[in-house]
């Protein structure tokens, strides 16, 4: 069981009885070895021994070499799971180790850091300090995957700005590798993306067609979704980019395979649906809320509202590629057409209010992540529900004055966050979503989070609960003016 090797799976059942069997004897150095082993095999144990496994190699942590806790790294990473006492005796004990390990053990720390969305800046700040002076040892391969690990985690480059430069240098300068593995130029290039640095001559080297063909014929990598991306961004975040794009082609068909997706995945959750379903009865029909890819190169959906300068919503009538909806993936191929309808009742509003009126909305739960996070509680919904609305018929909630309004319509993304959009308990936005967050804002859109540690408490209460929370959600966006 080494590199480039399998395990078949009728060894892994007697494998794991092994080491339950004799994982109290294990040395240290063992330990790293099996998880070595297990890593390199791609070999999927038992999550309880995984647990097991980790639990003994931080009981024995101190006596542990450099190698062989930087295998422990690599075999959760693989696995996808948090140890929450091993990360936390990282933060320790990495920083103390930094000085005395090679830049390859430091990629690999800090790729299985951003593989567990744990940003510790103990261990990142330290390994940050150490890079530039061993930056000139870094492969494209390291180099790539240290600026990738860091985007993800959101660690800025006035953080740490000789960090980036030194490595984006290094990449510069084992330019050639990229012809044998484009791979690692993507990889290190969306990690800049991530937390907005775009170097130009490596984006232009990236997008050109020598490149993207090169790329695509990697049949074991799906490397079209890392271009599709690469390109929306400079599109974006570079309006006055002359290098070389991807082809209309080559987006078009990136944007259909991930539209599929999306239909089958995202837009089938259960949070997605009920979020849509109380969006469309709330502002008047299903013609004032689209469920669409509004940046596809993002690989996300979002639920896009209008208002117009009263606050009352408008048909979302987008259609096209890049700035409309996307392709359907029927058998023949036809687009999704823009929805037109009527304007919010006061049937609606009224039987909003009497449900309202008849049910006490009880607060929400507390937030078990992130605890530092401000939420709005149940009553800050309410007022939007109570105030005044016998005397109005515009949705409730809008408490402006024309005069203070602009004319321009307000286009809203609303997110149905969940866990994995950030960091290990932790506030900090993973780097994809803090980016497609920027760019919508670019494009011109409000984004309104849905955050996961109120909405998914919410969706076992009442309705009329849900929709304070999401008219409170919605027209608080315009005070954003």
């Not at 919508?440 to 009442?462: D, M, S, T, Y």
């Amino acid at each position: 069981m080494g590199e480039g090797r399998h395990c078949p799976k009728d060894l892994v059942g007697p494998i794991e009885k092994i080491l339950m069997r004799h994982l109290d004897e294990l040395e240290p150095e063992e330990v790293g070895t099996v998880c070595l082993g297990l890593f390199k095999s791609q070999t999927s144990l038992s999550e309880r021994l995984v647990a097991r496994l980790i639990d003994k190699a931080h009981s024995v942590v101190e006596e542990m070499s450099d190698f062989a806790l930087v295998n422990v790294f690599k075999l959760l990473r693989f696995s996808h799971l948090d140890h929450k006492a091993w990360l936390e005796a990282m933060a320790q004990e990495v920083p103390r180790r930094v000085p005395g390990m090679g830049v390859m053990g430091l990629m690999h720390v800090t790729l299985a850091c951003s593989a567990l969305h744990y940003r510790s800046d103990a261990i990142l700040m330290s390994v940050a300090k150490r890079l530039p002076s061993v930056a000139q040892q870094c492969r494209s391969k390291d180099s790539c995957k240290l600026l990738w690990s860091y985007g993800t985690l959101g660690v800025l480059p006035s953080q740490c700005p000789e960090f980036y430069s030194d490595l984006v240098g290094a990449m510069r300068q084992r330019q050639a590798e990229f012809q044998s593995y484009p791979e690692h130029l993507l990889t290190g290039l969306l990690g800049l993306a991530f937390v907005a640095q775009f170097p130009e001559d490596l984006l232009a080297l990236a997008l050109s067609p020598e490149f993207v063909s090169q790329a695509s014929k990697r049949s074991q990598l799906e490397l079209s979704k890392d271009l599709f991306t690469l390109d929306g961004t400079v599109r974006l975040e570079l309006p006055d980019w002359t290098g070389p794009r991807l082809d209309v082609r080559t987006r078009e068909e990136a944007a259909e395979r991930l539209w599929s997706w999306a239909q089958t995945d995202i837009c089938q959750k259960a949070e997605i649906l009920e979020a849509e379903r109380l969006l469309q009865e709330l502002l008047g029909g299903k013609q004032f809320v689209c469920k669409r890819m509004i940046l596809p190169h993002t690989r996300s959906i979002d639920l896009e509202v209008h208002l117009d300068s009263t606050g009352s919503p408008l048909p979302v009538k987008y259609l096209g590629l890049e700035t409309a909806v996307e392709k359907s993936t029927s058998a023949a191929g036809t687009k999704l057409l823009a929805m037109v309808g009527v304007q919010l009742t006061e049937d609606l509003l009224a039987q909003l209010v009497t449900s309202q009126k008849t049910t006490e909305p009880s607060a929400l739960s507390p937030p078990s992540h992130p605890p530092a996070l401000r939420r709005q509680e149940a009553d800050e919904g309410e007022k939007w529900f109570n105030a005044e609305t016998a005397a109005t018929t515009r949705p409730r909630g809008i408490t402006y004055r024309p005069a203070e309004l602009s004319q321009t319509p307000v286009k809203l993304a609303v997110q149905v966050s969940n866990r994995n959009h950030y960091c290990y308990q932790s506030e900090q936005l993973m780097g994809l979503h803090a980016m497609k967050r920027r760019q919508l804002k670019l494009a011109g859109f409000r984004v309104v989070e849905l955050n996961h540690w109120e909405w998914f408490p919410l969706l076992r209460k009442r309705q009329a609960e849900k929709l304070a929370y999401l008219q409170c959600k919605i027209y608080s966006s315009m005070d954003d003016r």
